[in-house]
Structure formats: C-alpha cells, structure tokens
C-alpha cells in the first residue's frame, strides 16, 4: 500500500501558536502510522519550516509547499492537517494560499474560515437561519462613539470585545460607564473593528461539531464556569475555568443546543473540527461566535468531548485526512 504524506502544520502568527504547537503534537502522535508518512510543519511569521524527530530544520518552498530533505528528497505533501489557531490558519489566509497552489487540506475552506473569523458577520449570517444571538453594536476605528446612546441601547453590564480575533483577548466586561473608554481602548488594540454587545446571563457552553462518516455531529456540549467574570483568554488556557462534560442542561436543552449547533455548521457550510460557543438564558441557546480551528491539545475541550462521546483521536484525525484526500 502507497502511504500518503501529511503534513501536521501548526504555529501561527498569533499568540495562540504556542498552543497549536500543543494541539499540532497531539494530532501528529495520533495519525496512523501504516497509512499515513507524517511530517511536522511549523508556520511562524518569520519562518515556514519542517522538523524532523531530532528537531532539524528545513525550510518550506512556498511555491509549491514541498520541503527538500537533508537527503535530497523532495517531499509534496498528499494533505496538509491544518491546526494553526488564530491567523493564518484560522481565517482563510492559509487556505487561500493552498487553494492557488492546488494543495489539499483538512477543515473548512477559506471562505469558511474567514467568515467566522468575523464575529459580526457570522452572526448576520445566522440570524437569517433563525440562529438568535446578543444585541449588539460594530464600531470601527476612529467612528464617533457616543457612551451614553450605546449604554442607553444595551444597558449594563455589556461586552466589548475585537470582532476579529481568536481566542478571547482583548475581551472585557463593561460594569460602569466610567470602565467603558478603557475596554474600547483595549479591544482595539486587538482589531480595528470591534463589537458591543448585552449582557446574557446564563450558562456558557461550549460544542464541538465535525462531519463524521459523512454526518454532522455533536461531540458534546461543555458547560464553562469560570473562576472570573467570563471566560477570558487566562480562563481558556491557563485553567482559570472549570470544564463540566456533558453540561448540567436538560434533556429538552440539549436537543435545542445540538439542533441549532447542526445547523449553523450545516447553512455554513461547514467542514472539520467546529466549537461553538453558546450562553443558554431561560432555555433558549444565544450564538457568541464558531471557531473553525479550535485548541486540540490534550487539555482542550474537543479531544474531552471526542473522548465522553467514544471516538478516538486517531479515529478523529483520520477521519478529517481522509475527507481532505477524497476533495475534488
């Protein structure tokens, strides 16, 4: 049997590479060595090189993303497993790129990815499928702020948050008018565009979707309570969060949130790994955002989520190669 070469590419141009570093790692120990070659790609914004085990370099020609080894082997990769978090793999830069170049990848195609990286557009999108989510209000650089106008529309406390950014930096919660010039400030810091949004008060879950065996499904849904307010970037990542699989909802709730999960992924167009964050109030599952590239290291809530519904990681990673090498 011919073996296909993969290729785990992971990094990014953002703070978040340190953890697709992580999560890239797990998939690259998961992949099925007898049907798979699997190589390791790192992407950083200075450099774009392969490793090997004994952590040797060797850079990636970016016409065609093929990696000549100390050997003098030329490697073309059969699909390139993207797990890059944040930019520029998780806003369709990347895709894009590899689309040009005829390059097969697993996920979502760029469109999907750049459209979710757009909070405010995501959530315009859905709401024409009957998807609910915050009030909110956008705001660009530079636009004249008027405070009170906006508190006035969507009452305190409020969320200010960048529009385009992963992993919740740059986020605060807005309790007084006198804290509201300083989120502004520190949200666009992160983005040029950002938004405001009310207040839910509920439960935060987390749900992870992917097309498994040709069906969308819904690995699990993950109640977040965080340590603080919200759940921040220090909550996702550095554990100030306490993580409950399945979420403490009931059985009515739960359908809702796997219903309306399955079909933001569905009238997206949607494919590969997908987290949806979700704040249920008084039963009813308000959008906040989709992640298309979400954190996959072992302490992530996806690889949790694939391990309560008994799909094994190999099995999952797999499953994501094997779809990309079947793409036209």
Known sequence: MNKKNIAVVMGGYSEEYKVSLKSGQLIFDSLDREKYNVYKVVILKDEWY???????????????????????????????????????????ELQAYWNTIGQKYTGCDFYQSALTFNKKDTLAVLSKYGIPSAKSIYLRHGENIDEDQIIKELGLPLFVKPNQSGSSLGISKVKAQSEFQKALDFAFAEDEEILIESFLDGMEVSVGAVDFNGETIVLGITEIVPDKEFFDYEAKYEGASEEITPARIDDETRKRVEEITIKAYNALGMSGFSRSEFIIMDGIPYMLEMNTNPGFSPASILPQQAAFYGISIKDLCGNEVEKALAKK
Not at 51 to 60: L, N, T
Not at 73 to 80: G, P, R
């Open 50 to 92: 392969f490793v090997d085990d004994r952590g040797v370099k060797a850079p990636i020609n970016k016409a065609d993303f093929t990696v000549e080894l100390s050997s003098g082997f030329e490697v073309k990769f059969d699909v390139c497993f993207n797990i890059i978090h944040g930019k520029p793999g998780e806003n369709g």
